[in-house]
């Protein structure tokens, strides 16, 4: 199928000098320009200017002087403004999905699906939080020695302005979590996007203001994470830090805000596994990998990466696998039939094939795929590994890419202990027709959130986020009211 035609809007916005967005208004960076580039063809889409330093203290000034209006805003009015981004998104689905689609190389039906149906839904959740963000009453355990009494409450009281710092694989949907969240409890925000997809939050940042939000309350400051991201985190407005990226930025972050007592929230990646029992039919079994693992060319921070398969099953499984994979459409994000577009950027395909070569090194075996595609643009063969061992790199080192490593086991329990082994605890799925078995996996898998018989679905109502070297905090449901709240306790005598 050919390509969709690009709508006039896009190009449009690609045409435009872009920098960044602060006081409700695009402004041109006043640093060095940066390309934008196309990750299917290895063409620049477009030209950015870094902001300034001074620019970046601009976008927490402007965000901390609308703190105390957007606090004090009545709660009704914060959550309609959140509904009516929701509207417009839905409404620009088809502008927002393409050019997304150009920048991340995510196919154009997962960007509207998954991008923007996405955002919306999350937007619409957060916005019925509104008014539902409340302290409790509490009975105060003092005696009275004089007939006095006591009673206290607590309020949840917003933070103030939040450092959002989102990375390339989902820049639309990641930075709305934070942003939806950020304001519905009363805080102001400064995003920060990857380098290699900054545009899609500058057009939202932009649909923001046509919705009414008041100059301030969402910022877009683009530029090197490795300057901005200091200068922005040590800024004396800066009340919390919500980021989102790989580990070692991430622990980075954690340290810097930590260090300036700022409040942190990480979701950083791993190496996610999905454990496979034995009463599942091959099929079923290569069904639940490509759903797990291959999804946007598998840049998902919580995509499974180590496949666990039963010792008498592997040989099957990875047979009708590579049938399945060898036949995946790989081609233009923009074609709507394409299936597997290529990886976000030149930087990823290079990790990623280093990390290929040290699986030949080690004496891994490449199943299929294995290979960088010829051409323009960023392409990678989705790949599956039988891994030597389960010291193997490829078991411990995350690829975010189309590339499992798929090993096998004789004993479940003993590939519960090996997963569990990780420092990493982002994700695990447990797949099996014995939902008391899977039931009782799920309970002792080390992560943040553990599927049965499904992956890698994030549902605004239920909390996500990692343990163990995978992060710290959780976002949605409502675990995320800790994130941005202070809770204050009152206490009166009377
Ligand atoms: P990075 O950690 O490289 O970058 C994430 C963000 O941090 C970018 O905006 C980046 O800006 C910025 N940044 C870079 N250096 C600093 C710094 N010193 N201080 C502050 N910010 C900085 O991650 P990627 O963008 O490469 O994203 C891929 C990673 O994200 C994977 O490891 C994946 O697992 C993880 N991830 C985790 C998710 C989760 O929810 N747990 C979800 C999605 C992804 P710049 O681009 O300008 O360098």
């Known amino acids: 199928m050919p390509q969709i035609p690009l709508l006039a809007e896009v190009t449009t916005f690609l045409a435009r000098p872009h920098g960044s967005y602060i006081e409700g208004t695009a402004v041109l960076g006043d640093d060095a320009p940066f390309h934008v580039i196309n990750p299917a063809t290895g063409e620049p889409l477009a030209t950015l200017n870094s902001a300034s330093q001074a620019q970046a203290d601009a976008a927490m000034q ?23 981004l929701a509207d417009k998104l839905a409404e620009k689905r088809e502008e927002l999905a393409q050019l997304e689609s150009l920048c991340s190389g995510k196919t154009i039906q997962l960007a509207r699906m998954l991008e923007l149906d996405q955002s919306v839904a999350f937007l619409r959740y957060f916005a019925g939080w509104a008014g539902k963000i409340n302290g409790e009453t509490l009975d105060v355990s003092l005696p009275s020695f004089a007939g006095e009494k006591y ?87 800066c009340a919390k830090v919500s980021f989102t990226g790989s580990v070692a930025t991430g622990n980075a972050v954690g340290r810097a805000a930590a260090a300036q007592g700022k409040r942190v929230t990480l979701e950083l990646g791993g190496k996610n596994a999905a454990l496979f029992l034995n009463d599942l ?23 499974a990466e180590c496949f666990w398969l039963p010792a008498d099953k592997i040989d099957a499984v990875l047979q009708a696998l590579k049938t399945r994979l ?41 199943v ?27 078991m411990k080192e995350e690829t975010f890419g189309p590339v499992g490593s798929f090993i096998s086991y004789d004993d479940p329990e003993q590939a519960l202990q090996n997963i569990n082994a ?50 710290s905090g959780r976002e949605f449901g409502s675990a995320f009211i800790d994130d941005y709240t202070e809770l204050k306790s009152i206490m009166v005598r009377y």
Not at 281 to 303: F, K, P, R
Request: charged share 15%.
């Open 368 to 394: 299929c795929g294995g290979e960088a595609i010829a051409g323009g643009g960023y392409f990678l063969q989705p790949t599956a590994i039988r891994v030597a061992s389960a010291s193997s790199t490829l």
């Open 151 to 237: 009673t206290a409450f607590t309020r949840r009281q917003p933070l103030g302005v939040v450092v959002a710092i989102v990375p390339w694989n989902f820049s639309i949907m990641i930075a709305v979590w934070k942003i939806a969240a950020a304001l519905v409890c009363g805080c102001t925000v400064v995003v920060k996007p990857s380098e290699y997809t900054p545009l899609t939050l500058l057009r939202l940042a932009e649909l923001a203001t046509e919705c009414g939000f008041p100059p301030g309350v969402i910022n877009v400051v683009n530029g090197p994470g490795g300057e901005l991201g200091p200068a922005l985190i040590g800024h004396a407005n």
């Open 62 to 84: 402007s965000a901390q002087q609308a703190f105390a209006a957007w606090r004090d805003m009545p709660t009704l009015h914060r959550g309609t403004l959140l509904l009516k």
């Open 422 to 471: 990780s420092p990493f605890g982002l994700a695990a799925s447990v797949w099996s027709r014995n939902i008391s078995q899977a039931l009782r996996f799920s309970e002792r898998l080390e992560a943040g959130i553990v599927w049965i018989n499904m992956h890698t679905f994030l549902d605004p109502a239920v909390p996500f986020g990692g343990s163990k070297g995978s992060g």
């Open 326 to 366: 060898d036949s995946t459409v790989i081609g233009s994000p923009l074609d709507e039939s394409t299936a597997m577009g290529p990886l976000a950027n030149r930087a990823q395909l290079e990790k990623i094939t280093a990390l290929l070569a040290t699986a030949r090194r080690e004496g891994d075996e490449i």
């Open 281 to 303: 039919s091959v099929t079923e079994m290569v069904n639940g990998i490509v759903e797990a693992g291959y999804l946007n060319q598998g840049q998902i921070c919580a995509a």
